[in-house]
């Protein structure tokens, strides 16, 4: 079944330290996308990419890193210097001209 | 002025009412809209798709853009529990950037 796989589902990150959250997606789509969801504020944009080995800041990049090795994977690192990282991430994915977005299943991550 | 204007409810309607839901939105680029259906925790599902104005309907839902009025809407008839849901408008000008608004939250009570 082709889609776009998140994981791990939670995730709990100790204060100081990096954690990464992975997406892959079997739809053969060049653009990939990662969005954070807070309660009541819809989604953010963090980072994009249109195509392998290049990629955007979106609208709240600070805290955060991305890589774009190969067209299907597009990991995304929260890092310390992210303050408020407890939220719901979103990885999506688009093929160019279709202007459509598929998203993953999401990841939980939490701060102990 | 947000680019993407949508109500966050909540709303409750008794099961077998028609819902509307609406975003309005600022720019008149947006070409491309869509609405997605989001469960609690889970990741949005693409429900409708439509490019520029007019109508699309898919079995219950029905989708509608007037593109003159900065205005779409989706309408669920004969609603069902299983429709409770968050609700997300989105639209695009070509591209492939994405605009949201901040969701719908929908329950349907038995």
């Known amino acids: 079944d082709g889609g776009i796989t998140q994981s791990p589902k939670y995730l709990f990150r100790k204060e100081g330290q990096n ?27 963090i980072y994009y990419s249109q195509i392998v080995n290049d990629f955007q800041k979106g609208d709240i990049a600070e805290g955060y890193s991305v890589s774009r090795e190969k067209k299907e994977s597009f990991p995304l690192t929260v890092t310390s210097a992210q303050k408020n990282p407890t939220a719901f991430y979103l990885c999506a994915s688009s093929d160019r001209g279709q202007e459509k977005l598929f998203f993953g299943s999401g990841t939980q991550l939490s701060v102990l | 002025q947000k680019e993407v204007e949508q109500d966050p409810g909540p709303l409750s309607v008794p099961e077998g009412a028609i819902v509307s839901l609406n975003c309005t939105y600022s720019n008149s680029a947006f070409q491309y809209f869509m609405w997605y259906r989001q469960y609690s925790r889970k990741g949005p599902e693409l429900l409708m798709y439509t490019y520029s104005s007019g109508n699309k309907e898919d079995g219950r839902f029905t989708a509608q853009v007037d ?17 409770s849901a968050t609700y997300l408008c989105a639209m695009s000008k070509a591209g492939n950037q994405f605009y949201f608004g901040t969701g719908t939250s929908l329950t349907v009570i038995p």
């Open chain 2, 67 to 83: 593109k003159s009025s900065k205005y779409i809407s989706l309408f669920i008839r004969d609603s069902q529990p299983s429709d």
């Open chain 1, 19 to 45: 954690v990464t959250l992975s997406c892959e997606q079997n739809l053969n789509h060049d653009a990939m996308y990662w969005y954070r969801q807070d309660p009541g504020q819809g989604l953010r944009l």
